[in-house]
């Protein structure tokens, strides 16, 4: 488990931008399981998450990942206090858009 102490000081100082997208997304990834999958895919729909185009997902409205705040909060709740993460609207939002890229990159 990354801590969040450890991701914030891994990403400054002389990091290009892979590498700092990079530890976001080993960061954010360790919060994501089969069930932050499935809520992410039912809700955004797999056909718009394999669609996206921007490698940050913003061509889908950012009102849509917020929606999913209360069930993301609800699933990673544990995870995130074991290393000192909040329960933030960001915090959910980068958890949901790291699983949708895991679910695109899975080819399901």
């Not at 499935?38 to 409205?61: C, E, F, L, T, Y």
């Not at 999913?68 to 980068?94: D, K, P, Q, Y």
């Amino acid at each position: 488990m990354i801590t969040r102490k450890d991701y914030l000081a891994a990403c400054v100082g002389n990091t290009t931008d892979a590498e700092r997208m990079s530890l976001h997304r080993g960061y954010y990834a360790q919060f994501v399981t089969p069930g932050v999958v499935r809520a992410v895919v039912a809700h955004i729909g797999a056909d718009r998450i394999k669609a996206s185009v921007d490698p940050h997902m913003n061509d889908i409205p950012l009102s849509r990942w917020d929606m999913l705040h209360g069930t993301i909060r609800e699933m990673a709740a544990s995870r995130c206090r074991e290393v000192g993460e909040g329960n933030s609207l960001a915090t959910s939002v980068c958890i949901a858009k790291e699983a949708a890229r895991q679910y695109r990159e899975s080819g399901q």
